[in-house]
Structures are given as structure tokens and as C-alpha cells.
């Protein structure tokens, strides 16, 4: 009661006192949110329509075929399975980089950070492009590769590692300051107990910060899956076996098929969708345990 | 050494175990991934020796595509920062309905696959599409030209700019404003003087993000483009090119100048926010 009571004084003023003071008049108002919901549907809101507008424009059964064709399902498969090695390889490091950089002082730490950033200031066509003049024919590490029969540029792991390049930075980036607001009182009340450091882990850190890893690992996963200028780069665009889904929309969409392009585009705004949804609930029901990295 | 001089050890003690393993991991996925790869990069851009850096970042071509990713990203963040900045405001301060929703739909730049964004902003700016029919009367073309690059480049920084001023806003306390107005400042004068001073930083922060986001952009920007060589086509757009024609030195000198240039710009904001924190408090 009293811890309530202290912090009375925080709320702000009621809104209908406050307005007269501190609010604009209706006129200014309606105005700052009639350009806002403008700008928004004519920049957000028309590019996601139209792509399920043009996905259906041939009707049901070619939007059916569309997405069945071999190729397509292929291309669908390809991404799957590039986003279920990228993804967990990225967990995994997410959470080694947050355990060591939130529960740890250690010199040259904001340094790591930012090295942990740089992919999010890398042209994804340059994230690609690495990895082309490591391991391509005329790569650092090409004529090796050759003699040894081993492919990695147009094949599944250049695909894999320009994905993990990609989205090296979400996981962590989430971790990090939701574990460094959080502290590390709990895990050594538990070491003092006699837990062993995994026991800790798995039954302390793990537990308080599911959500802001799901919330990492969810836009992991979006970016993966619809990574395109990176993969562009070390695929080689051969159907049916080096073809992800972003790459295939470009295919079809390059020659003229464009309600076939749109409708294997709609899965992917489908997946876009569904990934916003599941951000907004978090943020909705979980805003608190996660507010520490909600916004970036 | 450490033990007699303690004052140079370089981490703290502490009872948790596990950092020699999670730092491992951490260097080890860090330098295979990200820094080895990066120093290949700058690795083969050096290799081609100076006279053919020099011929390549010199080149009329090189120069156009360069010039038209940076101006078309700092036009598109400038536009980002104004209506970004709008867009933060109402949904702070305004209740509406569907204000949720909109908060939600901000972000869809970050959801959305950049190639399905590309198409449909083609499909829509084309002359024949919902927007480019309407502006084709006005002999205004946007698909095609370096007009519908910026439109590209103004969809994918939207969300940095609303994302980085949004929780500044939220936290900022009403009493200032208020105070403003009791000692009889006008509502634009407090909007201008009082309100907007603190928020520079975020909108810096964001208008950066923005920016730096919009230089290296491919995916939705290639379809509505045209891709004309000096006309609309983007920097990275010329690497792709350089690599189809397995000229690898020249894609990588194109692509080591366009990261020094956008670290550059990203070091030179951050100096100015260091000195600006340091000028005015931590705001």
C-alpha cells in the first residue's frame, strides 16, 4: 500500500484538466493524424494490399497453382530449411553473447556490442558478397574448395552463412539489455545453494527472459525467411535447388508472371503478418518483461 | 602480472561461471561469420592496387550509382524524420480509434521480405498501377526513375525514426510544457522551444538508422528502379553487376567505399551526439 501511494505523484494529470494546457486544439489535431493515416496508407498499408490484390487477380485455382508448382514448393522448402540451421545457430550464439556481455564486467565489452551491431550497417548485397570472395571460384578459398569437392557459393551452406551474417545481431541484441536490467542476484542466490552453473541457467535465466528471446528469435526468423539482396548474391539462382522464396518472387516477377510472383510474395506478407501480430502481443502482455529492448 | 597489479585485470570477478565458454562461442561465431568475411572484403579491395581503385572509384558509373544511393538515402531519411517524428506524436499523445493497430503496422517495413515490398511498390508506381495512373495525367513518373528509388528507400526507414523518438515521448514529463504555458509561451513556441529541443537526439539517432539502412538497400529498391546505369541505378546494384561479370576486385572497391563512406557519416553523428550529451546532460 504505501509502495503505491509513493508512487502516486508519477501519474500524470488527467487528460481533460492537462488538455486545455498542454494539448493542441481539435483542429490541429485532426489534422497531425489525418497526415499521419495518410502517409502510413499510402506508403505501408497500399503495398501490402496490392500483393494479395494482384495474388488473387487470376483467381483461386492459378493462385493454387502458383504456390503447388514444383518449383515454388522447392523454393518454399529451400527457406525452411535455411531459417531452421540460421536460426538456431543464432539462439545459441544470442545467448552466449548476452550471458557473457550482461553478466560480465569486462574491458572492451562495448566494443564487442557494437562489433555484435555491424551487420545491421552492412548492405545486405555486401553481407553476400563476403562470402563470394571467400569461397567463390575465384575466392581466397576457392581453388581448395574445388579440389577438395566441396561447394559452398551456389549451394545450401553459402545460403545458410549469408543468413546467419544477416541476422547475426537480432537475438542478442534482445537478450542484452533485458539481462543487464535484470541483474544477476537471483543466478548467485542460486550458486550460493549449491545449484550448478546449468541448473542456474536453465531454471533461472532462461525462465525470466523467455519472452525478450521469443520477441529476438521472432525477428530472426522474419528476416531469414525473406532475406533477399544477401542470398541474391551467393545463390546463383538455379530453380529448384539453390531458390528461396524472395529469390523465386524476383524470378517470376522478372519474367512478366506477375500473379504467380504476387502469389508466392502473399505467403511471405502472410508470414510478415503473423510475425506483427505475435510482436504486438508480446509487446501488449509482456511490454514490462520486455520493455528493456522493446524499441530499437 | 595480474595478481601483483590488479588494477590491470580485464575483467571483474564474479561467481557466475560460464563467461570463458560464452565468450568463446561469442568471438568464435563473431570473427567466422562477420569479421573474417569483412576483412576479405577489404582484403581483395586492396589487392587490386592503387591505380585500379583509383580507376574504378573514379569511374563515371560508380560515381553516378554512389552518389545516387547517398543523396537518395539522406532525402528519404530527411522525409523519414519529419513524418516519422509526426507519426511518434500522435501516437503518443492522441487517442483514436485503431491507434493501436497503426502503432502495429509501423513496423511492417522490418516484417516484410525487401523483394515482396519491391514488387508491390513497382506494381503500384508503374504507369499502369493505383498510383502511377493517377499521376501519369501530371506527367509525373515515379517507377522507373529516381524518384521511385526514394520511394523505396522513404518505405524502409519508416520505422527507425517513429521506433527511436516514440519512447523519448513517452517518458517525457508534461510539467515542463506546462510551465511553459502558465508563463504564457504560445502552444507553437512550446512545441518548438520546450518540447522538441530534448527529442533531438532520438531523431538523430533514428534519421541515422534510417539512413544507414536506406545506403545499402537492394531488395525493394532494384524492382521499382528501373535500373538505367547513370540514371537510376543504386551502389549496390553495381556490386551485383560487378559480380555477374566476375569482376570480383571491382565489386569489392565499390563495396569497401560504400562502407567506409556510411561508418564515416554513422562515427561523425555519433561525435556529434557525444558532444552534444556532454553540452547539454544526458538527454
Known amino acids: 500500500m504505501s509502495e503505491a501511494a509513493l508512487h502516486l505523484p508519477a501519474v500524470p494529470p488527467s487528460r481533460a484538466g492537462a488538455q486545455r494546457v498542454r494539448g493542441e486544439s481539435l483542429v490541429v489535431r485532426c489534422l497531425l493524424i489525418a497526415v499521419s493515416l495518410a502517409f502510413l496508407a499510402l506508403f505501408l498499408l497500399l503495398p501490402l494490399v496490392s500483393v494479395f490484390v494482384e495474388a488473387g487477380a487470376r483467381g483461386f485455382a492459378a493462385y493454387q497453382a502458383a504456390i503447388t508448382e514444383p518449383d515454388a514448393v522447392a523454393a518454399i522448402q529451400l527457406t525452411l530449411l535455411v531459417a531452421s540451421i540460421a536460426v538456431p545457430f543464432n539462439i545459441v550464439v544470442g545467448i552466449a553473447a548476452a550471458w557473457a556481455i550482461a553478466k560480465f564486467e569486462f574491458r572492451g565489452k562495448n566494443f564487442l556490442v557494437s562489433l555484435i551491431d555491424l551487420p545491421f550497417s552492412v548492405s545486405p548485397v555486401i553481407s553476400g558478397l563476403v562470402f563470394v570472395l571467400l569461397f567463390g571460384a575465384q575466392g581466397y578459398f576457392g581453388a581448395w574448395l574445388k579440389a577438395n569437392d566441396v561447394q559452398i557459393i551456389f549451394a545450401l551452406p553459402g545460403l545458410v552463412l549469408a543468413t546467419v551474417f544477416v541476422t547475426f545481431p537480432f537475438v542478442a541484441r534482445e537478450l542484452i539489455p533485458h539481462m543487464q536490467a535484470l541483474g544477476s542476484a537471483d543466478e548467485e542466490a542460486a550458486l550460493t545453494l549449491g545449484a550448478s552453473g546449468w541448473r ?97 | 602480472m595480474a595478481a601483483v597489479l590488479p588494477t590491470l585485470r580485464w575483467r571483474e570477478p564474479s561467481i557466475l ?48 550509382a554512389l552518389r545516387l544511393s547517398f543523396t537518395g538515402a539522406l532525402f528519404a531519411a530527411s522525409v523519414n524524420a519529419v513524418f516519422g517524428l509526426i507519426l511518434a506524436w500522435v501516437l503518443v499523445r492522441y487517442e483514436f480509434p485503431g491507434r493501436r493497430l497503426v502503432d502495429a503496422a509501423v513496423d511492417l517495413p522490418f516484417a516484410l521480405p525487401t523483394a515482396v515490398a ?166
Request: contains cysteine.
Open chain 2, 118 to 283: 519491391g514488387i508491390a511498390l513497382a506494381a503500384i508506381y508503374a504507369p499502369n498501377g493505383w498510383i502511377g495512373a493517377l499521376l501519369a495525367p501530371l506527367d509525373i513518373k515515379v517507377a522507373y526513375t529516381p524518384l521511385g528509388v526514394m520511394v523505396a528507400l522513404i518505405f524502409i526507414g519508416l520505422p527507425f525514426v517513429v521506433r527511436t523518438v516514440q519512447p523519448v515521448l513517452e517518458e517525457m514529463q508534461g510539467d515542463v510544457e506546462e510551465a511553459a504555458a502558465l508563463l504564457g509561451a504560445s502552444r507553437w513556441r512550446t512545441v518548438f522551444r520546450v518540447i522538441l529541443p530534448p527529442l533531438y537526439p532520438a531523431l538523430l539517432t533514428g534519421f541515422v538508422l534510417a539512413f544507414a539502412r536506406a545506403v545499402g538497400e537492394y531488395g525493394s529498391v532494384i524492382f521499382i528502379a528501373g535500373n538505367v546505369p547513370m540514371v537510376s541505378e543504386i551502389a549496390p546494384l553495381l556490386i551485383v553487376i560487378r559480380l555477374e561479370q566476375f569482376d570480383y576486385a571491382g565489386a569489392a572497391v565499390v563495396a569497401t567505399i560504400m562502407l567506409l563512406l556510411s561508418f564515416a557519416l554513422i562515427l561523425a553523428v555519433n561525435l556529434i551526439q557525444a558532444a552534444a550529451r556532454r553540452r547539454f546532460g544526458d538527454v
Open chain 2, 17 to 64: 561461471p560460464g563467461f570463458g565458454i560464452a565468450l568463446g562461442i561469442t568471438l568464435t561465431a563473431l570473427s567466422l561469420v562477420v569479421l573474417i568475411p569483412l576483412a576479405a572484403l577489404f582484403l581483395k579491395a586492396a589487392s587490386a592496387g592503387p591505380a585500379d581503385i583509383w580507376a574504378v572509384a573514379t569511374s563515371p558509373r560508380t560515381l553516378a
Open chain 1, 200 to 296: 542456474v541457467f536453465f531454471a533461472i535465466t532462461l525462465p525470466n527472459v523467455k519472452w525478450s528471446l521469443f520477441y529476438g528469435v521472432l525477428l530472426c526468423n522474419a528476416r531469414a525467411m525473406g532475406e533477399f539482396g544477401a542470398v541474391a548474391v551467393v545463390s546463383g539462382k538455379i530453380r529448384g535447388l539453390t531458390n528461396t522464396m524472395p529469390l523465386h518472387v524476383e524470378i517470376l516477377y522478372n519474367e512478366y508472371m506477375g500473379a504467380a510472383a504476387f502469389a508466392v510474395a502473399s505467403l511471405l506478407a502472410g508470414l510478415a503478418l503473423v510475425t506483427l501480430a505475435l510482436k504486438s502481443l508480446l509487446e501488449w502482455r509482456y511490454g514490462d518483461a520486455i520493455a528493456a529492448s522493446r524499441r530499437h
